[in-house]
């Protein structure tokens, strides 16, 4: 699958080149779904980057779809024609040339003779590389001429056609017109080539100097309809001139801006018969089979119609049962066909084998869903997992899977193909929540309790793959009526990597850390000699550059291990791990270990400071682990210890109470042993920390009686004051002029003005 290619169109995982190939594939049509995906992405309280990543994904672009004839002396009714879609029909007016992609199902079409063999080079060449490569804005454009000539319709100009790798077969209509002016490709392919650049667009600037130049100002002309200072100018602008003989159309469109050009030359060749308003997507049907072992088989079996033409058509089920082993059951016009099994009123879609159902996938395809009897479908047990070789998947060599007998005289071949990783995925959290119903998916009375996902944690690589897949699986499951939420997970929230040191190719692969030497300062990669670049990257396996947990567990206990993780960033941040940082956290943990011992700390502030402290961090935490702050949480947890414990008895076991509990979901393990501790010490019989509840604050208790502000003299700051919440301006204004810092700036001089801004700021004017 592409997304397991690399840029320089190798494998991910071992490094072999990738060949393409046509082979028999199932896709699934999330096509069929791109506006809902789009739509409805506004309403989830997803991170704005992960709904940015699927807007682009889906690509949703409006624009013209129109006609290039193929050129010729003599007029042909039936020349070959090759269809182009652009969001920027208002350029049309300098195009120059077309390019059509390599892979172009017609571009045979429109190679002569004399180019060949040097187009059939180039598209082998094509072949190889990947789509990414392809299209990657710093790689250099390159293509070859057809030989032939096509027509724009709307100038009537005869322009080259040519072949260009940059042009993706698989988007749009595979062909582009080429508007070097205003297309930074197009520009990039036509300086290479030498082909003619029009500028045919300017922006609303140029425009205004253009209309309030005279007709002798030659210079601002010239320089406003040929000039190109920065390259191609691709925003939107006005119509200031065109090529071609179509004089009349030209006439009707010079000087409109961008959308209005847009709107009338669509309108105009619909009008004429050649083209139409068109909405594109870079979406593309999913590709769902893979040639591999490992995979969960897909549950059909190939019959072809010869094998069935021949069963008898039964409508009764019952009349059928003891006369025939296999039948093809009709179903009646008058009645609705059983939702199950994907059948349609008047259609023979239903195949009945030894009393067990096999329903037709789809018309025209001669495959049928496996019977419910068979489900789940298991992998065969093999010693040999290798690839066939020819494309196919390995299950295709095990003959006792691939045929199974379903009747005397028929025998079907089972599909051998396999689903991808995220045949699974999809849809896990469903039957998460009904894990044994032998019925159904997931029951509904069941689903509506839970009511779908409420908060989902994942990662921001998974955006436009799995997150984007799940999406389009759970509409599906909503519209055949499975689910009663259209969306999958309503909060979605991204948590960063644990990262490590990595070694990059320079094609951008990655080289396992053991596979690398070091030589003089440099890093080199052991099998090939190549140097390779250090870097900050991902823990994975297959890099040997994880941290094993064990053994960090081992050493410092596994809630500094766990406190460590949310402690060292931000939720939504990666950071590289340093096991130095996890000895500071470690040390905390045995600080808050001491605090319920004999010779605890007590802290030298006053009780009241102590559990008003201890109110705000219960407060703060709380809030904190709402929005995902687990790291700012500790450092409350931190502070609060640090402080020490109250010196009265009943306070201090209320704080050790509270204390322990917001403790918990970050050190379960050392909360857990000192709740036992506070359990023997007030006698009381021992329930495990998880099932008390959260402490609740008081809110006079999170609010400060004293606050600390700044006292400006003339503007600046030139002390600090501490002063009750509600103290007078009077007083406040007492405070300051008697501290010492403040002092030494109104000596001498006059007091005209005095701006206090209760509970924030003094601000003292002088002359």
């Given amino acids: 699958a592409n997304e397991e290619v690399l840029n320089d169109f190798t494998c991910e995982r071992c490094g072999t080149k990738v060949e393409k190939r046509k082979l028999r ?53 039936n020349s070959p024609k090759i269809s182009v879609y652009t969001t920027r029909i208002d350029t ?45 804005e710093n790689k250099e454009k390159t293509g070859v001429f057809t030989g032939s000539y096509v027509v724009n319709p709307f100038s009537g100009d005869k322009i080259p056609l040519w072949i260009g790798d940059y042009v993706l077969g698989s988007y749009g209509t595979g062909a582009v017109m080429a508007v070097p002016a205003h297309d930074e490709r197009d520009f990039e392919f036509a300086k290479k080539y030498d082909l003619p650049i029009i500028k045919t667009i300017c922006s609303p600037e140029e425009y205004k100097k253009y209309e309030e130049a005279e007709e002798s100002d030659v210079e601002i002309f010239e320089e406003i309809e040929d000039e190109l200072p920065n390259g191609a100018y691709t925003e939107y602008g006005y119509l200031i001139k065109g090529t071609g003989n179509n004089e009349e159309l030209l006439d009707k469109v010079l000087g409109l801006y961008t959308p209005k050009a847009k709107e009338y030359l669509t309108n105009y060749a619909f009008e004429k018969g050649f083209g139409r308003k068109k909405v594109n997507y870079k979406l593309r049907d999913w ?66 084998i030894n009393g067990k159902i096999f329903s037709k996938i789809y018309k025209g395809i001669n495959g049928y869903l496996v019977c419910d009897y068979e489900l789940p479908l298991k992998l065969p047990e093999t010693d040999n997992y290798e690839p066939a070789g020819d494309g196919n998947s390995p299950l295709s060599k095990i003959e006792k899977f691939v045929n199974i007998k379903l009747a ?131 823990m994975s396996k297959s890099l040997k550059n994880v941290v094993n947990p064990d053994e960090i567990v081992s050493q410092y206990g596994a809630d500094s291990l766990r406190l460590y993780e949310m402690y060292m960033a931000d939720f939504k941040d990666s950071a590289p791990w340093d096991t130095k940082g996890i000895i500071g956290v470690r040390r905390f943990l045995e600080k808050t270990e001491r605090l319920f011992e004999s010779e605890a700390k007590i802290s030298s502030e006053t009780d009241d400071f102590t559990m008003k402290l201890l109110h705000k961090t219960i407060k703060k935490v709380e809030e904190d682990i709402n929005n995902y702050k687990f790291n700012t949480a500790i450092a409350a947890l931190m502070i609060l210890v640090n402080n020490g414990l109250p010196k009265e008895q009943n306070a201090k076991k209320e704080w050790k109470s509270s204390f322990v509990r917001i403790l918990h979901p970050f050190a379960p393990h050392l909360a857990e042993e000192l709740w036992e501790r506070i359990s023997k010490e007030n006698n009381s019989e021992f329930s495990s920390v998880f099932f008390a509840p959260w402490p609740e604050f008081e809110e006079k208790m999170v609010v400060d009686d004293e606050v600390t502000i700044g006292v400006q003299v003339m503007g600046k700051v030139r ?43 003094l601000n003292i004017v002088v002359k």
């Fill in 719 to 761: 002390g600090e004051i501490t002063i009750g919440v509600n103290e007078d301006k009077e007083s406040v204004l007492t405070k300051a002029k008697s501290n010492e810092s403040v002092k030494k700036w109104l000596e001498g001089k006059e007091i005209v003005k005095e701006i206090y801004v209760p509970g924030k700021i």
């Fill in 25 to 77: 594939q199932w896709v699934l049509a999330i096509t069929k779904y791109a506006d809902k995906l789009l739509a409805d992405v506004d309403k989830l309280d997803w991170p704005e980057s992960i709904k940015e990543m699927q807007r682009n994904w889906i690509g949703k672009s409006e624009g013209t779809e129109f006609e290039l004839k193929k050129w010729s002396e003599k007029e042909e009714k």
């Fill in 287 to 352: 590709l769902f089979s893979r040639q591999r072992y490992w995979g969960e088989p897909i549950p059909i079996i190939h019959l072809s119609d010869e094998k069935v033409k021949n069963l008898p058509r039964i409508y009764s089920l019952e009349e059928a049962i003891d006369k025939y082993k296999a039948y093809v059951l009709k179903i009646p016009k008058n009645k609705d066909s059983d939702p199950r099994t994907l059948c349609s009123k008047g259609e023979e879609r239903i195949l009945v």
């Fill in 92 to 136: 049309v007016f300098g195009v120059t040339y077309a390019v059509a992609a390599p892979d172009h199902p017609n571009i045979w079409d429109f190679v002569t003779e004399e180019q060949k063999e040097i187009c059939k080079k180039y598209i082998e060449e094509s072949a190889k590389k990947s789509d990414q490569d392809r299209t990657a």
């Fill in 408 to 538: 005397e005289n028929l025998v079907g071949e089972r599909e051998t193909n396999t689903m991808p990783q995220w045949g699974g995925s999809c849809w896990y959290y469903l039957r998460f929540m009904d894990p044994k119903n032998p019925e159904n998916l997931v029951g509904k009375e069941v689903e509506a309790y839970w009511d779908g996902v409420d908060s989902y944690v994942g990662g921001a690589e998974h955006a436009v793959l799995h997150l984007l897949y799940a999406r389009f699986w759970h509409k599906f499951l909503f519209d055949i009526g499975v689910v009663k939420t259209d969306e999958p997970f309503h909060k979605l929230r991204s948590q960063g990597l644990v990262l490590a040191h990595a070694f990059e190719r320079q094609n951008g692969g990655l080289v396992a850390v053991d596979l690398v030497e070091e030589k003089d300062g440099k890093y080199f990669e052991i099998a090939t000699g190549e140097e390779v670049k250090k870097i900050i990257s991902k």
